[in-house]
């Protein structure tokens, strides 16, 4: 950690290439989940193929440059069903990496050959076992468990390497060795955690008690320690960051400027920095979008983000971020949602979601390497 009040270099604006896009095929999700974010997901509201073909246009050259991917994120991406996600993929060159964010429940064989075919890499959502998804329900309200299984159990017969992502509602000690142990039978070769987040339509608190959350990330490390077998995203970015520290160079780990993380609404409306944010209105910011691709070029409405207002208001929390807060040079600022959904402004610096999801993380990885010296 730097000491408060010691400047930690990057972060510092907004960076007009990003490394990749998140693009929003269509707004329907076939479940409801409980903590689910998004306004719209009961609502098939369909990216024509024009916001693919205006959103390619910028995003093609960015990866004959280097590594870029695009995210199909919904709704549920494979709800637009085959072909619409075909013809929204065609402009993008062969070389952009292609990924879905899914829930799993409608692939299949069929699916499976699409994403053979497209060289997509598939991300299924699934909070642990069984009892652990109880959140996670059909429009109907029925658990959805067993479907994502199916899903899963179909990419696993054909061979396809997926990544998991976790919700954890209550994080505590004796539940990161048992999500761990299931990932580890599940087959995934990544994990994300994410620690439920107040935001969007999910008004459900996230204030936990500190110990709690500190002690469930220090027995997820020495679960992953066990058996390093996954790439386990939060533990290995804060050893990456313990090292760093250790060895004097923590402050090359934060990139020179934010990633900017378009995310492209149905519509093709861009909202940068925080998905969270689109589809959302307010009487102080509007609707939080920097532009629409159908009527300007993708990089160019990212080269003029910093002058959307609530962007700007954001940075002035980053820089606040940085002069008061020990864990900035980990953390980097935290996000702008969950500024806005926990503040209501953009300005401010802790929120539940940064003590969850930063402090404590950190603290739990430092608690485990306290106890094993
Ligand atoms: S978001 Fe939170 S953890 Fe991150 S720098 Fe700001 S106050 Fe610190």
Known sequence: MAARGQSVGGMR??????????????????LDCAYCYLPLRAADRRMPVPVAEAVAASVNPWASAGRFSVVW??????????????????????????????????????????????GVRVSVSVDGPRERNDDRVTRAGQPAYDRIMRGVSVLRR???????????????????????????????????????????VNTRGNAHDQADVTAFWAELVAAWRREPRIHLREIEWSLRYAAAVLDGVADDLLP?????????????SVTVLSPELAGFTDPRYGDFSSGNVLESPLAEILAGAERTPWVGEFLAGVEACRDTCPYFGFCGGGHAANRYFELGRFDGTETEHCRNSKIRLLEGVLEHARDHQ
Do not use: K
Request: proline share 8%; hydrophobic share 40%.
């Open 158 to 200: 054909r061979g396809l390497p997926f990544s998991a992502l976790a919700v954890v509602s209550r994080p505590r000690a004796g539940l990161a060795a048992e999500l761990y142990d299931y990932f580890l039978d599940l087959g995934c070769d990544v994990l994300g955690i994410n620690i439920e987040e107040t935001e969007g």
């Open 256 to 268: 020179r400027q934010l990633d900017p993380i378009p995310t492209i609404g149905h519509d093709g």
């Open 73 to 118: 994120h919904g709704g549920e991406p494979l709800a637009a069903g085959r072909e619409h996600l075909a013809a929204l993929m065609a402009p993008f060159a062969p070389e952009v990496e292609h990924h879905v964010q899914t829930n799993a429940t409608l692939i299949d064989d069929a699916w499976c050959d699409f994403f053979q075919e497209h």
């Open 13 to 30: 604006g907004v960076a007009a290439v990003p490394s990749y896009v998140v693009m929003q095929p269509t707004t329907l999700c076939n």
